[in-house]
């Protein structure tokens, strides 16, 4: 079993920034991938930033160049670093780990742009 747990969501201003953090625990393995999702409002959740172990990212189009994933593998740890924040990524932000035979979610962080 792995356990997954976000923070670092809250209520900032458009243009502003955000860090998320994901703690991974109980893997007893090696994680390979780590993943982003967010779920708007009447939306479906959708796949915003992805890093393999060795480093490899991608990203939706609609986040690239204004957010950051990056992870500690030593800690079992990704991050979302966000900036340029507009109203349209108000969602609530959940961390993802595929595995061979399971996937794994975090309950997941708001995160509000409002002014």
């Known amino acids: 079993q792995v356990q997954l747990v976000e923070s670092g969501g809250g209520l900032v201003q458009p243009g502003g920034s955000l860090r998320l953090s994901c703690a991974a625990s109980?893997?007893?393995?090696?994680?390979?991938?780590m993943n982003w999702y967010r779920q708007a409002p009447g939306k479906e959740r959708e796949l915003v930033a992805t890093?393999?172990?060795?480093?490899?990212?991608n990203y939706a189009e609609s986040v690239k160049g204004r957010f950051t994933i990056s992870r500690d593998n030593a800690k079992n740890t990704v991050y979302l670093q966000m900036n340029s924040l507009k109203p349209e990524d108000t969602a609530v932000y959940y961390c993802n780990v595929p595995t061979w035979n399971m996937e794994y979610w975090g309950k997941g962080t708001l995160v509000t742009v409002s002014s």
């Open positions: 890093i393999s172990r060795g480093g490899s990212t």
């Open positions: 109980g893997s007893g393995f090696s994680i390979n991938l």
